[in-house]
């Protein structure tokens, strides 16, 4: 019985995308470029990475081997699973997704079980096996309120039935959030959980009364740690403190000045032995100063094609549960890049947010190609092809 379960599901993945039931191919624009994305994106990681990595542990393509073996490889396997599964399936576990969020958040703010990381407590460790539960949180998060915006319909525009649970339900998420704390994500997903709000038909009035209590909190929270308000004090004036909190924002932009027209050429980055976190948060300026001005806005020009084939797939979803999914996925991703890239450029304060598919780390990459996989999926059932 167990063999023929095996051979079954063997048969499953393999069975092809075309067919009765099985919708159309999966949109293959979106996958091209997420291929693409993923070889540029190990490419720079291992230049990038390379001094850090030899120096820590006498092994130039430690991290490339970390983020093949953590990230990529659990990730496509993932991805191809998410690419089979009928996006109708997450409706029915919608609620199950809420309760996974809350219990991932709750393991790591109040048990031994969760890791720090620079000010952050954001990790959990099980069995020398390290995650970050908020990358999953962003995903469960944005299926399970597809499912609830999906289902309230005109009800979303009454402030009982629609704007006050929205409310109570991303305080929650966001008071677990901030207790890590990890003010980057708190940030991605009140955007992602605005825009589906929007989407679905919420009152202006209701939007603009939650974004003014949302910002008015966020001062709070910048005010109340001294290291937040020294981080945004830097992004107003680096020169206050280019030896200290000024240093990152000064490096980057010095590494990204450096890049010119067409770059110092792949590997030859100086900023890489001073910049912190060459791998994680800086690693576009690193970009930027080893293929120059040219190339990285190429390279740019992939991530502007995902978020319009995100868009497309959002205008031609079969249903409300499939547009919203496929929005808070499209929402989540481009925020979360131009977050990172801004922070770099001196557009915005630095987060701690990383760059997608490209920056070091093995949780952000493996729920990414999920999501991907989610939206690869939808795209089969569209209205247009």
């Avoid at 291929?35 to 991290?63: I, M």
């Avoid at 207790?179 to 605005?194: E, F, M, N, R, V």
């Avoid at 977050?339 to 947010?353: E, F, H, R, Y």
Wanted: a positive charge.
């Amino acid at each position: 019985m167990i063999r023929k379960r095996k051979n079954n599901f063997i048969a499953w993945l393999a069975r092809p995308f075309w067919g009765r039931g099985f919708g159309n191919q999966p949109d293959l624009v979106l996958l091209v470029v997420v291929g693409f994305l993923l070889f540029f994106g190990l490419l720079f990681l291992s230049s990038a990475s390379s001094t850090l990595a030899f120096g820590k542990h006498h092994d130039t393509y430690f991290f490339v081997k970390q983020q093949l073996l953590h990230g990529i490889l659990p990730g496509l396997l993932l991805f191809y699973i998410a690419l089979r599964i009928n996006y109708k399936v997450y409706e029915k576990l919608a609620y199950l997704f809420l309760i996974v969020s809350l219990i991932l958040l709750l393991l790591v703010v109040f048990t031994n079980l969760g890791n720090q990381y620079g000010t952050a407590t954001s990790w959990i460790n099980l069995g020398g096996i390290s995650f970050q539960p908020s990358e999953f949180v962003k995903l469960f998060f944005i299926l399970f309120l597809a499912d609830w915006l999906s289902k309230k319909g005109n009800r979303i525009k009454n402030f009982k039935t629609g704007t006050l649970p929205f409310v109570i339900i991303l305080s929650i998420i966001s008071v677990l959030i901030i207790k890590q704390p990890d003010i980057g994500t708190l940030i991605i997903i009140a955007l992602i959980a605005l825009a589906m709000f929007f989407a679905s038909g919420a009152k202006w009035s209701h939007l603009a009364a939650i974004i003014s209590v949302g910002l008015a909190g966020l001062l709070v929270l910048i005010k109340a740690a001294p290291y937040r308000l020294s981080r945004f004090t830097a992004w107003l004036n680096p020169d206050i403190d280019p030896r200290g909190i000024g240093w990152q924002i000064k490096q980057s932009l010095i590494a990204v000045g450096s890049g010119g027209w067409l770059g110092l050429g792949l590997g030859d980055s100086r900023q890489k032995s001073y910049l912190p976190m060459p791998a994680n948060d800086s690693i576009f300026a690193i970009i930027a100063e080893e293929i120059g001005f040219i190339f990285t806005l190429c390279f740019l020009a992939l991530f502007v094609i995902l978020m319009m084939r995100g868009f497309y797939i959002i205008r031609n979803a079969p249903d409300n549960f499939a547009k919203l999914t496929a929005l808070g996925i499209t929402v989540w991703l481009s925020t979360q890049i131009f977050i990172n890239i801004a922070g770099i450029i001196q557009l915005l304060p630095l987060t701690g947010v990383p760059l997608s598919f490209v920056s070091l780390g093995g949780s952000n990459l493996v729920v990414t190609l999920v999501s991907i996989g989610i939206l690869a999926n939808i795209s089969r059932f569209t209205n247009q092809r």
